[in-house]
């Protein structure tokens, strides 16, 4: 069984910064991909990053290329999210999920484990 555990969300004003970090217990990460999905009231979630197990692989959505920045360690079974010059678009709950494969996927159900979510709120 795998947990994941998401932390570092909160309340930032547009053009800051906040960092997202996924810890997990149980099985260890380093064999699967990891991505960061996000999801706004009333939207469907919605892919923002993803990494392969090994980092030398990534991906990110249109909405966010050049803004953030997942990374991984895996001696440390963490995941983070970098997120810079933050807008009152990006506001949502975010996701860490763990993928069954080592290679990277944006869509959800390439994904077989979930965190509970923590909430990222970006003010105008």
């Known amino acids: 069984q795998v947990q994941l555990v998401e932390s570092g969300g909160g309340l930032v004003q547009a053009g800051g910064s906040l960092r997202l970090s996924c810890a997990a217990s149980g099985r260890i990460l380093s064999s699967y991909a990891m991505g960061w999905f996000r999801q706004a009231p009333g939207k469907e979630r919605e892919f923002v990053a993803a990494?392969?197990?090994?980092?030398?692989?990534?991906s990110y959505a249109d909405s966010v290329k050049g803004r953030f920045t997942i990374s991984r360690d895996n001696a440390k079974n963490t995941v983070n999210l970098q997120m810079k010059s933050l807008k009152p678009e990006d506001t949502a709950v975010y996701y860490c999920?763990?993928?069954?494969?080592?290679?990277?996927?944006?869509?959800?159900?390439?994904?077989?484990?979930w965190g509970q979510g923590t909430q990222v709120t970006v003010s105008s």
């Open positions: 990494i392969s197990w090994s980092g030398g692989s990534t």
């Open positions: 999920g763990r993928d069954r494969t080592p290679a990277v996927h944006v869509t959800s159900g390439s994904y077989d484990y």
